[in-house]
């Protein structure tokens, strides 16, 4: 049985045009529709920030499992699309990693390590796209 290591609770009211906030009230956002709300941050930008971090600390348990000492950075574009006119809505993510002082080929094989390791990674697998880039 797997231990629990964490968990936390988030709290939405109003949808895509709400706010969202955590029980110890450390986050609190007015939430929006992407490109129409600017002083609101949504769903997408959320997922982002997420998945990037937990990526970028499942590379650097890769790189430290083989013994590199690096300083990784992982951004992560969360597009939100639409098939037809009706409500058939999807997300895609295209991550893109750096590793200071490594070549793309190192860079890309500790990649593939880290989309082993990375929750994230192993809950959205086969069921949305995700593609891995080093820049």
Same mark, same amino acid.
């Not at 609190?28 to 992407?34: A, E, L, N, R, S």
């Not at 430290?64 to 990784?72: D, K, S």
């Given at each position: 049985? #797997? !231990? !629990?290591?964490? %968990? ?6 109003? *949808? ?5 906030? @955590?029980? =110890?009230? !450390?986050?609190?956002? !007015?939430?929006?529709? &992407?490109?129409? =709300? +600017?002083? @609101? ?5 959320? /997922?982002? #920030? ?7 600390? #499942? ?9 590199? %000492?690096?300083? &990784?950075?992982?951004? #992560? +574009? ?8 009706? &409500? ?7 991550? /893109? *990693? ?10 890309? +094989? ?8 990375? &929750?994230? @990674? ?10 891995? @880039?080093?820049?």
């Amino acid at each position: 049985m #797997a !231990k !629990k290591l964490y %968990t936390t609770t988030m709290t939405n009211t109003g *949808g895509r045009s709400g706010e969202v906030w @955590s029980n =110890d009230k !450390k986050w609190d956002f !007015k939430i929006g529709t &992407p490109g129409v =709300d +600017k002083d @609101s941050t949504n769903p997408e930008q959320l /997922f982002a #920030a997420g998945y990037a971090s937990c990526f970028n600390g #499942a590379l650097e348990i890769a790189l430290q499992q083989a013994g590199v %000492t690096a300083q &990784p950075t992982v951004r #992560a +574009k969360v597009s939100l699309y639409q098939e037809g006119d009706g &409500p058939d809505f999807h997300v895609g993510v295209e991550l /893109f *990693g750096h590793i200071d002082g490594l070549d793309d080929a190192e860079a890309e +094989k500790y990649m593939a390590q880290a989309d082993q390791i990375c &929750p994230y @990674s192993k809950a959205t697998r086969g069921n949305i796209d995700v593609t891995l @880039s080093v820049e």
